[in-house]
């Protein structure tokens, strides 16, 4: 696991109050609740990754500085307007994230019909970036295996045609 | 008399305090009413929230348009719509009247037995969703029939008694688990049907009642897969180990149990395997909800597409662009959110 100069990034999804810096910025960036359930898939995705922070107030907003991919689990229930978890959107709303947003990860439950998955169609609408992917609750050993291959072959061709000075 | 703003709060007294199903243990404490204004576990509020919102009666369905289709059907379909609903109606009502209840003696807060007496209620609400397909669709005498087929079928009595011995006995988790793999494996085969129907363009106002009722089924299970887990974190490791074996065990035994039931049920439609996909499907979502592993692989739980359409139209391979061309991912038509805090 890559961690920050200052140890405080890692893996099992602690967060920096400090904007990271561009060599230890992640390509997955990701949220989950006390259920842990999105955490659980990330940590068997086994990449460097960073969790947006539970309570930003108290913990610190996270500032990313490289460009990444979003992995975030819907609010079920039908709502449009809450279908996004509140941090995730306050993340967003920070322009520096948003121009960093290239693709994002959906995980949802079928049970919830027309809503699966809703928190990823809002987000692409919002940012206009692609949904990558949907998983169901803790995502199953298919759609691990799934994601790892594709956010290799995605971050491949996406480094293949963007020139690094417009990570900045 | 009336109380200065700086007087002291007598804290003991609400250190001490318990809920009223402790009285149960000690009779002497004294009583605390909820308070929703100190929540402890911020699941549990954003859970009422989500179940409260979702709340829904059988009344707002126009059932009596599936009239026509139902007279259109084969006596043979019909028995089995019946039969199908009055065991989903079984399993809702022991839900409803124990499975939940259950769990209130074990809540880990105030506002945790709260969330289940609104979770029974909905159970309730459930069971009396069937009655109200019934009525609309058939007869007294056919309904009675449908009944005294559930009281008499050994199998389906098994799957009841088999969840409901847990209920009734002395481990708060070994509860949880009955009760999710209730509401997360038993009860799928029963709602594969009206799915079916309705890719057939049959029942469809039935079909979106029972849609309906699978969106709170997934709050349901959320929760109490979720608590179960908090639950789980306070035990020893040799417990934590007893209830993992305890829970695939009991999923083996109410799975083979599920292919006697609904194989009797659904093989003379040539449906079995179909349901039996479904059900394995469900069983691995159960799972999950309680933090485990997958039991069935990924091969042996490939949903019927036109099953997974009727159920979620977003679930299909076009939300995969890994796996595509690379050419076909979904981008949003940028539409607006209603909710101000969302504005770029």
Sequence with gaps: MKTTESGRLDGAGRTASTPLDT???????????????????????????????????????????????????????????????????????????RGLLRGVITAGNTNFGEDYCLAGTVISDKCQVPELYRFELLGTERDVHRVREGLSTFWHDHHATTPLEEYA | MSLSPEAPVAEHLLRDS????????????????????????????????????????????????????????????????????????????????????????DARTEHEEAVYTNIAFMQAVHARSYSSVFSTLTSTREIDEAYAWAVGNDQLQERCKKVLHHY????????????????????YAGFYLPLHFSVHATLTNTADMIRLILRDKAVHGYYSGYKFQRG????????????????????????????????????????MEDVAVFVRYNANKALMNLGYPARFPAEETE??????????????????????????????????????????
């Design chain 1, 23 to 97: 060599d230890t910025s992640p390509e997955v960036v990701y949220f989950s609740s006390v259920s842990g359930n999105t955490r659980r898939f990330i940590e068997r995705l086994d990449l460097p990754a960073v969790r947006i922070p539970l309570r930003p107030r108290i913990e610190g907003e996270l500032q990313v500085s490289r460009p990444f991919v979003l992995v975030v689990p819907t609010y079920g229930g039908g709502h449009r307007s809450t279908a996004v978890p509140k941090q995730v959107i306050g993340f967003l709303n920070d322009p520096v994230n």
């Design chain 2, 18 to 105: 318990v809920t009223p199903p402790s009285y149960r243990i000690d009779p002497a404490a004294r009583l605390r009413p909820i308070n929703w204004n100190r929540v402890t576990d911020e699941k549990d509020l954003e859970v009422w929230n989500r179940l409260t919102a979702n709340f829904w009666l059988p009344e707002k369905v126009p059932l009596s348009n599936d009239i026509p289709a139902w007279q259109r059907m084969s006596q043979e379909e019909r028995t089995l719509t019946m039969r199908v609903f009055t065991g989903l109606t079984m399993l809702d009502t022991v839900q409803a009247t124990v499975g939940e209840i259950s769990q209130i003696q």
């Design chain 2, 232 to 271: 789980l974190e306070t035990r020893s490791r040799e417990e934590q180990e007893e209830i993992r074996v305890f829970t695939y065990e009991l999923l083996e035994e109410l799975y083979e149990l599920e292919l006697d039931y609904s194989g009797a049920l659904y093989e003379p439609l040539g449906l």
């Design chain 2, 168 to 187: 009734y006995g002395d481990d708060p988790l070994k509860r949880k688990v009955a009760s999710t793999l209730l509401s997360s494996l038993l009860l």
């Design chain 2, 303 to 344: 949903v019927n597409p036109e099953i997974l359409a009727a159920l979620s139209p977003g679930a299909d391979e076009n939300h995969d662009f890994f796996s595509g061309s690379g050419s076909s991912y979904v981008i949003g038509k940028g539409e607006d959110t209603t909710d101000s805090d969302w504005a770029f």
